[in-house]
């Protein structure tokens, strides 16, 4: 066992469980935003696609502070920084899109593919560290979650002039799904 700050593996993770149970009700409220967020997108697809864009903005901008606040409060180096890097990422897609709400449709869909993409990869690089420090934490929702953001990247990549009610269609049912998990890890959370 090597001496550092963290002290080995018991200490290390009974603080990564302890600041994982605190942050609970932020990870509950990530869900529910999202889930908010993914029901409105289903039920008004044909909106203008300048909607879709502020209503994108304001979720990834809300959510990038939550999840920044909850790197911030985790005491694991190896969840901290993907968290807060994912964090950084929501909050500069957020103001990205206020910056220049005018922008074009494709712009915006590779503006969202690209924070797909990266988010997700960043939750399931947490994901597989959280397992390695506290197995059977719920850490395979977060990967579950990771997968379906890297999911909705390739889509949109692959497939970009898929056309506005389709993206709004993508996009409500990953975050309808994404905010059902994110809930459920809460909770799970506030268990530990």
Do not use: H, K
């Not at 039920?43 to 994108?56: N, R």
């Amino acid at each position: 066992m090597t001496q550092n700050s963290d002290l080995g593996p018991a200490p290390r993770s009974s603080s990564l469980r302890a600041a994982a149970r605190s942050s609970w009700g932020w990870t509950v409220a990530r869900g529910v935003l999202t889930l908010i967020f993914g029901i409105l997108a289903l039920i008004w697809p044909g909106a203008a696609f300048l909607s879709l864009a502020i209503v994108f903005g304001a979720y990834a901008f809300v959510d990038g502070v939550a999840t920044l606040i909850g790197g911030f409060a985790s005491r694991s180096g190896g969840v901290r920084w993907p968290l807060i890097l994912s964090g950084v990422l929501g909050i500069v897609a957020g103001v990205i899109t206020f910056v220049n709400p005018g922008a074009t449709v494709l712009a915006l869909l590779w503006l969202i593919a690209a924070w797909a993409l990266v988010r997700g990869i960043l939750e399931i690089v947490a994901a597989i560290r959280w397992r390695a420090e506290i197995p059977g934490a719920g850490e395979w929702l977060v990967g579950l979650s990771g997968l379906l953001l890297v999911i909705l990247g390739l889509l949109l990549l692959f497939n970009p002039l898929a056309g506005i009610i389709t993206t709004a269609y993508l996009i409500g049912f990953y975050a309808v799904l994404a905010g059902i998990v994110l809930i459920l890890l809460g909770f799970r959370l506030r268990n530990l």
